[in-house]
Each structure stands twice: as C-alpha cells, then as structure tokens.
C-alpha cells in the first residue's frame, strides 16, 4: 500500500474515532479535563473539517506528500497529546477517544510515514515540515475556542 491508501485508511480511522468520542461523551471530558469551551457544535465543525483534510490529503499524497504526512501528523499528535497523555497526567481517568487512539491513529499514523520513506517522500526536512503543519493544524481550534470569548472577538 502506499501513502495514499493509508492516508484513506487514516480518514476512515478518524470518522471511528469522532464517534467514540461523541458517544463517550468527549464534550464534557474536554470541558472538566483540559478546560476547553467547547460545545458540540464546534465538535460537529472541526471533526466534519478533519474529515474534508483527510480526503484532501489523501488526494494530494501523490504530488505533495508533505501535506498528506501533515494529516499523519494530526492523527498521530490528536492521539498521543489528547488522549493518551492525558490518560496518563490524571492517573488513568478515561478520556473518550482512547480506544481509536491506541488501535487505530497510533499504528495507521506511524505506516503512513513508513509508506512515505519505503517510497523515498521522506528526508528530515518533510518529517519536520509535517509534524510542524499537523501540529498548526491541531492547535488552530483549540486556539479559536481560547479566544472567541475574548472582548475582542465577540460579535455581540
């Protein structure tokens, strides 16, 4: 398979997830455990947007296999930083998401690079290039819910 077919299999990976973090109730974990002001609409928006990134990577892997990786990226920074660190910061208080974390964003992340170098689309510099872009892109929503309640940016 190649870094396409993985980057497929890494969108359909993240549809799983979002639906257990929603039926696990993610909303109220980000709320009680990482502060977040989130509501479920933002959840419907970001996780809708996540899915369009993966098809759009998936689509580009061939031409721009940066930002195919960047997607990789995501998946691999959305499982480990969300959920599998903070599993381990309040001593094992579950946070939804975990199982798909684990199971699936953690091994499809990790081929999707292994694709990418078995192809020669990987050097230091593209590793790089895609974390930093995954890492931009999993901040952004985070960084929007931080500061729409600023005075600021309310529209009221």
Known sequence: MNLAH???LATAAYGIHALEEFILDWRDWARAVIGLPVEWSHFYVVNFLVIVL???AANLADVAPVLALSYAALVLINGILFHIAPV???RGRFSPGLFTAIIL???IGFL???AANKAGQLDALSLVSSVAIGAALMATPIILLRLKDRRYF???
């Open 88 to 90: 381990i910061l309040t």
């Open 154 to 156: 309310r529209q009221a």
């Open 105 to 107: 964003f953690l091994p």
């Open 6 to 8: 993985w980057i497929w």
């Open 54 to 56: 993966g098809f759009v």
């Open 112 to 114: 999707c690079y292994r």
